[in-house]
């Protein structure tokens, strides 16, 4: 396709929202490093976060090649409120079964999102996508192995879990809230289909999983189209957290 | 390939190419089989099957590298060290690293699991993409120490992202492996 043809404004909320959404959970990951339950998972949580994060870096360079801006101001020096990623990530850390529930919730409904930008009609992001979807396979085992595990883990690890997922599942499916003019993406070709439609699919994917192991479905969205805003004081101690350095020592660089 | 060791091969390539000499890829190639992956500096980027193009042309030496992982963070010491190595031929050096064409653990070589095999790091097993990774990861990988087959996997998630931990239950000993991606 052209240049002149490209939904700018359309893509770059896209790949704000997938870069926001990475971001936030690349550092929730990271708060476990060394207070996890197992060592292994210290290590493993470590290593999600550094992927997390990478793939936002990378998902950062494509919106500040798009838009001329600067991929570090991007991510570290916008105002709570300007950051657009889902209400699912919303939560704070919470326990071990916060952190599974939230990881198979997100990774599922990435998964479903990454699918469907597979052979995009834009390359820049098409082709890092088909790099994503080999490393986001390591990421849902991860958490396909421990949600059965906690699920099938005896009275307290498995209430703990339902709980958990109690509290995040109404804000599961906004992986999938709606973007400005998200329909310029489709027709443009850069996204496969709409984001309803995406939803619908993974609600499809992972309705046996939790199906088997007696788990609640996810309910539907409340007020989606707010979905990736009113992101609450949870959010605001993250992001105090992760630009300290950034608000520390402006321009600093290693 | 430790810092001198470069240094003298460069050196070298310069002594023999002189400033004028006709500059192909393959010539380029080769200076590129000395970088080592940071990482692992066993084996070489291109052992590793990082190299996905060299073209020289009247603006310079351009080199695309394919990234092993995404948020790889040896990946700005890969650039410049590829820059130095490059240097010995006098011209202007454009690297970039590019996802056209995904990296996949399929891209190293002989050469290069051989070379992990032998300080400890267990090859990766091909890719099979129809089989659930889970299935893929339970697969007994080989010990690098004492070839047995009774082998675990400790963690699907190692000290670096290429990497996974296994336990050898013959010789009990730990051991890594390089994910299969």
């Known amino acids: 396709m052209t240049v002149a043809a490209l939904p700018v404004a359309a893509l770059g909320e896209l790949l704000r929202s997938m870069a926001d959404d990475e971001f936030v959970i690349g550092f929730s990951d990271s708060e476990w490093t060394g ?117 099938r883990g005896g009275s ?52 046996p999983t939790l199906a088997a192991l007696d788990l609640p479905m996810p309910p539907p969205v409340r007020e989606p189209e707010r979905g ?22 402006p321009g600093a660089t290693w | 390939m430790s810092e001198a060791a470069i240094q003298a091969s460069i050196a070298r390539t310069r002594a023999r190419i002189g400033s004028a000499a006709e500059l192909d890829a393959g010539a380029v190639r080769s200076a590129l089989a000395d970088v080592p992956d940071p990482e692992i500096p066993v084996v070489s980027i291109v052992e590793l099957g990082m190299v996905e193009d060299v073209r020289v042309d009247a603006d310079g030496i351009h080199v695309s590298l394919l990234p092993t992982f995404v948020g790889c963070p040896a990946l700005d010491m890969i650039r410049s060290s590829v820059e ?15 996802y056209r064409v995904p990296w996949s653990s399929d891209r190293i070589s002989p050469d290069g699991r051989t070379k992990l095999q032998a300080s400890g790091f267990a090859p990766p097993a091909p890719v099979r993409p129809d089989e659930p990774i889970l299935v893929q990861l339970d697969r007994p990988v ?40």
């Open chain 1, 228 to 249: 990736r805003a009113d992101h609450g004081e949870p959010f605001r101690w993250l992001w105090t957290e992760f630009n300290t350095v950034r608000r520390a020592e």
């Open chain 2, 142 to 181: 080989p010990c690098p120490n004492c070839g047995s087959s009774r082998t675990v996997l400790e963690n699907a998630f190692g000290p670096t992202q290429c990497r996974a931990i296994h336990h050898c239950t013959e010789c009990r000993q730990p051991f890594e492996a390089f994910k299969t991606i």
């Open chain 1, 35 to 151: 207070i996890a339950p197992i060592l292994e998972e210290d290590v493993a949580m470590s290593s999600l976060a550094q992927d997390e994060l990478g793939h936002a870096a990378a998902l950062y360079g494509l919106l500040g090649d798009l838009t001329g801006t600067d991929p570090d101001a991007l991510a570290y020096d916008r105002e709570p409120d300007a950051y657009r990623h889902c209400r699912l990530l919303d939560h704070g850390r919470g326990d071990w079964a916060m952190a599974i529930a939230r990881r198979f919730l997100y990774d599922t409904a990435d998964s479903a999102r990454l699918d469907a930008l597979v052979g995009g009609s834009w390359a820049p992001l098409a082709d890092l996508v088909g790099k994503l979807v080999r490393e986001e396979r390591y990421h849902q085992m991860h958490a396909t192995v421990w949600l059965d595990r906690l699920a």
């Open chain 2, 84 to 98: 130095l190595r490059l240097s010995a031929f006098g011209r202007p050096v454009d690297v970039r690293f590019e």
């Open chain 1, 156 to 207: 307290e690890p498995r209430s703990r879990l339902i709980d958990a997922l109690t509290t995040l599942g109404p804000d599961a499916g906004t992986v999938f809230a709606p973007l400005p003019d998200e329909r310029a993406l489709v027709e443009a070709g850069i996204l496969a289909t709409s984001l309803p439609e995406l939803e619908a699919r993974w609600r499809a994917a992972v309705e």
